[in-house]
Nanobody, 120 residues
Framework: QVQLVESGGGLVQPGGSLRLSCASS????????MRWYRQAPGKERELVAG????????TYADDMKGRFIISRDNAKNTVYLQMTSLKPEDTAVYYC?????????????WGQGTQVTVSS
């Protein structure tokens, strides 16, 4: 059974930091690209950051560059999102996504999300 379980969310003051984790099981984690998305109330889900299966290439949404860092530990089947200089507009539910492209199509899995609230 595939599971992606996010943790590390919570309430933080503007300018603060949080580290999200996504522990995965039930699939070959090291073969999947991993992504973090977020969805704020009333808004569409948006891509925050992504990392390739080997961890060698990372991508970020423009507003997250320099503030967020995505990383992964394939030995622990876990992907992380280190968030710094948090702003109120970073408030959202953050979701972990695993994605695999093959000749047969795309396979992806989602976690249940973790709430991040940035407020004084």
């Amino acid at each position: 059974q595939v599971q992606l379980v996010e943790s590390g969310g919570g309430l933080v003051q503007p300018g603060g930091s949080l580290r999200l984790s996504c522990a995965s099981s039930g699939f070959t984690f090291s073969s999947y690209g991993m992504r973090w998305y977020r969805q704020a109330p009333g808004k569409e889900r948006e891509l925050v950051a992504g990392i390739r299966s080997t961890g060698g290439v990372t991508t970020y949404a423009d507003d997250m560059k320099g503030r967020f860092i995505i990383s992964r530990d394939n030995a622990k089947n876990t992907v992380y999102l280190q968030m710094t200089s948090l702003k109120p507009e970073d408030t959202a539910v953050y979701y972990c996504n695993a994605i695999y492209y093959s000749t047969n199509g795309v396979r992806d899995y989602w976690g249940q999300g973790t709430q991040v609230t940035v407020s004084s």
